[in-house]
């Protein structure tokens, strides 16, 4: 089992930044991906950054590119989600979670484990 927690929501003014954190623990893999997806009230949930731990190959969903960044810390296990100039549309529950391989899917059914998610709440 892995577990992963998230950590770092809030509420912020449109414009403005906050970090995401996730920090994992648990069984490891030789070879995984973490990723950030997001869901909004009503809405799917869907995909906003993966990194491949192996090389820090990266890859973002069009509408976060430019704007967020996602990074990883190998000494502490965690993965970070740094979201700047901040829009009232990325208002959402952010959860983290992890895949065995290489590729970095987008799609949820891929993923294997999951954080228990955390709000970002964007004013405007």
Do not use: H
């Amino acid at each position: 089992q892995v577990q992963l927690v998230e950590s770092g929501g809030g509420l912020v003014q449109a414009g403005g930044s906050l970090r995401l954190s996730c920090a994992a623990s648990g069984r490891t893999f030789s070879r995984y991906v973490m990723g950030w997806f997001r869901q909004a009230p009503g809405k799917e949930r869907e995909f906003v950054a993966g990194i491949r731990w192996r090389d820090d190959r990266t890859y973002y969903t069009d509408s976060v590119k430019g704007r967020f960044t996602i990074s990883r810390d190998n000494a502490k296990n965690t993965v970070y989600l740094q979201m700047n100039s901040l829009k009232p549309e990325d208002t959402a529950v952010y959860y983290c979670a992890v895949k065995s391989g290489d590729i970095i899917a987008t799609a949820t059914s891929q993923y294997n484990y999951w954080g228990q998610g955390t709000q970002v709440t964007v004013s405007s």
